[in-house]
């Protein structure tokens, strides 16, 4: 079974930077692309970005351009490094792994952005 626990989230004025990680562990051997959604209150979640473990990248279109995701195969960490945040992007991100069979989710990190 996977487990994921995010990290880094906080406060932050707009145009500021965040850098949020995912630490997983469990069958990675089986991976097939790890990802981020976030969910603003009142809304639905949505994808932020997704890397495959092929290297292949797709971001929402609100964020291209201002995030990255990444990821430290050695470390088992993801990350998603925010810039130039906006009080649009104030949400509870979430950590995402999908295998063949099923996907797993973190518990989430919150993320305020003030304007």
């Known amino acids: 079974q996977v487990q994921l626990v995010e990290s880094g989230g906080g406060l932050v004025q707009a145009g500021g930077s965040l850098r949020l990680s995912c630490a997983a562990s469990g069958f990675l051997s089986r991976l097939l692309d790890m990802g981020w959604y976030r969910q603003a209150p009142g809304k639905q979640r949505e994808l932020v970005a997704v890397l495959t473990t092929g290297g292949s990248t797709n971001y929402a279109d609100v964020v291209k351009g201002r995030f990255t995701i990444s990821r430290d195969n050695a470390k088992s960490t993801q990350y998603l490094q925010m810039n130039s945040l906006e009080p649009e992007d104030t949400a509870v991100y979430y950590c995402?792994?999908?295998?063949?069979?099923?996907?797993?989710w973190g518990k989430g990190t919150r993320v305020t952005v003030s304007s």
């Open positions: 995402t792994a999908r295998l063949p069979d099923m996907s797993y």
